[in-house]
């Protein structure tokens, strides 16, 4: 067990749609990413978030946002929920300081299927 | 751009040893890393090793690091039935912030 986790479980929702997921990160952690996998794939990275601002953000459309709050856990939001968004959502969490980035460690997902 | 390569399956008989190869393209990647992920769950951290090491040892586990080729193998020594899962390669972009790169992941099945 990582100490990060995840909410909820698993979701359903239609096309277009919105849908917010939670992610608490591990005790001493202030970092959170967030990548979505596909079925049969590897995780894809979403974005990351740093002292409550976005610190990166990779090949996903605007649609996507997220929020991270003073305690350092994490959201990520979805509008217009399209069928392709149907994944396995992880966070991970990790140290930053002082220039120095540690290891991810991810928490359980999010199954989301969109219909 | 960004491509981190491993075959997709692996089938290896209980007792054997394990071997799961990796291909990434950034040879300034300072990090790279295992992960298995088991039917339904999120991602265990497994190992990880720094771009200046060529091996790394944790229990079963070996890791075997060619920088010229840009090439990372996982070898898990007497391989369980527990060990079935899917193994990630990942790497650390080198850019300003700490994203990862994975595969696309490689199924392992240990049979008796």
């Known amino acids: 067990e990582t100490g990060v986790t995840q909410s909820p479980t698993h979701l359903i929702k239609t096309r277009g749609q919105q849908v917010t997921l939670r992610c608490s990160s591990q005790?001493?952690?202030?970092?959170v990413s967030w990548y979505q996998q596909a079925l049969g794939q590897g995780p894809q990275f979403i974005f990351q978030?740093?002292?409550?601002?976005?610190?990166g953000r990779g090949n996903f459309p605007p649609r996507f946002s997220g929020l991270q709050f003073p305690n350092y856990s994490s959201e990520l939001n979805v509008n217009a929920l399209e069928l392709d968004d149907s994944a396995l959502y992880l966070c991970?969490?990790?140290?930053?300081?002082?220039?120095?980035?540690?290891?991810?460690?991810f928490g359980p997902g999010t199954r989301l299927l969109v219909l | 751009g960004e491509d981190v390569e491993q075959s997709l399956f692996l089938s290896v008989r209980e007792g054997d040893s394990s071997v799961i190869n990796c291909t990434y393209t950034?040879?300034?990647?300072?990090?790279l890393y295992w992960y298995k992920q088991e039917p339904g769950a999120g991602l265990q951290l497994l190992t990880y090793?720094?771009?200046?090491?060529d091996m790394k040892q944790d229990q079963r586990l070996t890791v075997l690091l060619n920088k010229k080729d840009k090439h990372l193998s996982l070898r898990i020594a007497d391989t369980q039935t527990g060990d079935s899962a899917i193994y990630f390669c990942?790497?650390?972009?080198?850019?300003?912030?700490?994203?990862?790169?994975f595969g696309a992941g490689t199924r392992l099945a240990v049979h008796p």
């Open positions: 991970a969490s990790s140290m930053t300081s002082g220039g120095a980035r540690e290891t991810q460690y």
């Open positions: 950034d040879s300034s990647s300072t990090y």
């Open positions: 978030y740093y002292r409550e601002e976005e610190n």
């Open positions: 090793i720094f771009s200046n090491m």
């Open positions: 990942a790497e650390r972009d080198p850019g300003g912030y700490n994203k990862l790169i």
């Open positions: 005790s001493g952690h202030n970092t």
